[in-house]
């Protein structure tokens, strides 16, 4: 059974000039959505305009404005390689004061809590056992991990890519 | 006894079609070696539509002076509309090589992504060619890296466009055996080093290498706990862990630059058009990476559709760049004197004008596959290119400018026969 969280996805609708041709261009925000019950059910692969809405959204809580979502588009364009350029639109947002990130205090206060509400907010999933347990080790055993550097692994990995 | 036979065919047969892929066009098993002209190719697509009458004949004057020979004055009516930067070579780039003056872009339709792309896969187009997807035939970056050693490292290919649009498609082909495993970085250079890009993208996470470390640990085992999808492997130049870090490191530089301002007027010349930008950070792609294949464009020519005399200052000012990127190269560790320059635009231009009048009078210019339209030239310079050599007469077409890039990095014979329509300038070569 499907649990309803409250995550991003797909909503308004705009169409853009770009060039002489008028293009379709979505934008995604908050709303209820679904989550996955295990990552083997994303099959999708995130448009550019999916990926820099969402991962928007999922720091900071808000949705992106269109000039930022140009502009971010317009970054990920102008390089061959997108994983590079993902990356580097992942490190700009989340070194933002504005990004909502759980303190370090916070986290090692509740490692278990941390580690599902992370999973739920950029997987839209809940952790499996294996994962519970595994993030959980690392995260004691690496005293200088913090919430920041755990996001931004989730948000470069491949999962991220996909919905 | 028929079983015996069937067997002995068969072995045979098998043998057949394993030695056959090896047996190359020119007839040796096996493709030779180390027989490079040079370890580098610089391939500028003098873009935009430029007609030989405005650039190699100069019916309005030398409007490329670093590049041609002579010093015929712009035409009276114009000339107070051109933009007129410095001279800055002390020999113009054509005695550094050979200058094929009636060079051709023989067939296909005359449009800016056609011509580019007959430039970069070596094959003429039709009107079919489609604009959202990669192009049908392998790019000239995908033999290269496909074809020859070092074909590892993509930062090895370079794909330096100045516009958006369909062009960033063109560093990699949907054709069955090359495709995205073989394709050259891509960069459009002012979408991302300017200051809004900077605004978006200044100020990264930065990680020290200790943390990078277990950044690296945690998203490996996340990347083992989810397997791609195969109906939907995202599509791209993917470079090595190492030389993505390395492009990252270079592309934060660069933003670096822009934000603090570092980049504005970088040649002193008080003007920075799109082409000029285009081949600066051309210019820093080499230098940093120092490619062995680098493709890059200039358009702003094209302005011709609306003004004429704009056009014709814009031959000048891309004139001026294509020298600073000659000049970058030779004073390029590990480039200099080891390069070839190839300079070819896409098209030429209607001899017809248009409707459109500038503010001297002059009719603006289209393109519509008019014999004009398909009149270009090509210009090869560096190391192994006859020095001073002029053919006047009509040779070369676009197509051969990829089997010459080829011959030069010395991988022309391990391209599958039959697929590339042009020959290899040999006339160019010592």
């Known amino acids: ?163 | 006894m028929k079983r015996k036979q069937f067997i002995k065919n068969a072995a045979l047969t098998a043998a057949g079609g394993i030695v056959m892929p090896y047996i190359l066009p020119s007839g040796r098993l096996f493709a030779a070696t180390g027989s490079r002209r040079a370890n580098h190719v610089v391939f500028c697509l003098f873009a935009g539509g430029v007609r030989n009458l405005e650039s190699i004949h100069k019916a309005e004057g030398n409007m490329m002076r670093n590049t041609l020979n002579g010093t015929e004055a712009i035409s009276a009516d114009i000339a107070p509309g051109i933009v007129q930067l410095p001279t800055i070579a002390s020999t113009p780039l054509q005695n550094n090589g050979t200058l094929f003056k009636e060079f051709r872009y023989a067939s296909g339709p005359t449009g800016h992504y056609n011509g580019h792309t007959t430039a970069i896969t070596g094959k003429y187009s039709d009107e079919a060619i489609q604009l959202k997807q990669p192009p049908k035939y392998p790019t000239i970056f995908e033999y290269y890296r496909k074809h020859t050693s070092p074909s590892t490292s993509a930062l090895n290919a370079w794909w330096v466009s100045n516009a958006l649009g369909p062009y960033p498609y063109l560093n990699f082909s949907m054709f069955d055996g090359y495709g995205p495993a073989y394709g050259a970085n891509m960069i459009q250079p002012d979408s991302i080093f300017n200051p809004s890009s900077a605004s978006v993208l200044g100020s990264p996470l930065t990680l020290s290498q200790t943390e990078k470390s277990k950044c690296d640990m945690m998203r490996d085992f996340m990347n083992g706990q989810f397997k791609i999808p195969q109906a939907a492997v995202s599509s791209g130049i993917v470079n090595s862990a190492v030389d993505a870090e390395h492009l990252q490191t270079w592309l934060n530089s660069m933003i670096y630059q822009v934000t603090n301002g570092n980049i504005q007027d970088p040649w002193g010349t008080g003007i920075m058009t799109g082409d000029m930008k285009n081949i600066y950070f051309g210019i820093e792609v080499m230098k940093e990476f120092k490619p062995e294949l680098m493709v890059i464009n200039m358009t702003d020519i094209d302005i011709a559709h609306f003004d004429f005399t704009k056009y014709v200052s814009a031959i000048g000012m891309a004139d001026y760049a294509l020298y600073k990127l000659w000049q970058a190269i030779q004073s390029t560790p590990g480039m200099a004197n080891d390069t070839v320059l190839v300079v070819v635009p896409e098209h030429g231009r209607n001899q017809a004008a248009n409707s459109v009048v500038d503010a001297y009078g002059r009719y603006a210019l289209d393109h519509n596959n008019d014999q004009m339209s398909r009149e270009i030239f090509c210009l090869m310079a560096g190391k192994g290119v006859k020095q001073g050599q002029v053919i006047s007469q009509t040779q070369g077409e676009s197509v051969d400018v990829v089997p010459t890039i080829a011959n030069i990095l010395g991988f022309d014979n391990e391209i599958p026969f039959g697929i590339l329509d042009g020959r290899v300038l040999t006339e160019a070569f010592t």
């Not at chain 1, 853009?16 to 041709?21: A, D, V």
Request: with cysteine; glycine share 2%; hydrophobic share 35%.
């Open chain 1, 1 to 163: 059974m499907k649990i309803k969280h409250t995550a991003i996805l797909a909503l308004a609708f705009l169409l853009l000039q770009t060039s002489c041709n008028k293009e379709k261009r979505y934008i995604y925000q908050v709303q209820e959505q679904e989550l996955y019950q295990s990552s083997a059910q994303k099959q999708n692969l995130k448009t550019t305009d999916q990926f820099i809405s969402i991962a928007y959204s999922h720091l900071f809580g808000i949705s992106i404005t269109n000039n930022e979502l140009t502009q971010y588009n317009v970054s990920l364009q102008a390089l061959g390689d997108k994983a590079t350029m993902q990356d580097m639109i992942v490190k700009s947002m989340i070194n933002r004061s504005s990004a909502q990130l759980v303190t370090n205090t916070a986290m090692r206060a509740d490692i278990p809590i941390f580690v599902e509400q992370t999973y739920l907010r950029f997987y839209n999933r809940k952790p499996n056992e294996f994962e519970r347990w595994k993030m959980k080790d690392l995260i004691e055993k690496n005293t200088d991990v913090t919430p920041r550097m755990i996001c931004y692994s989730m948000m470069t990995s491949d999962e991220y890519r996909y919905y």
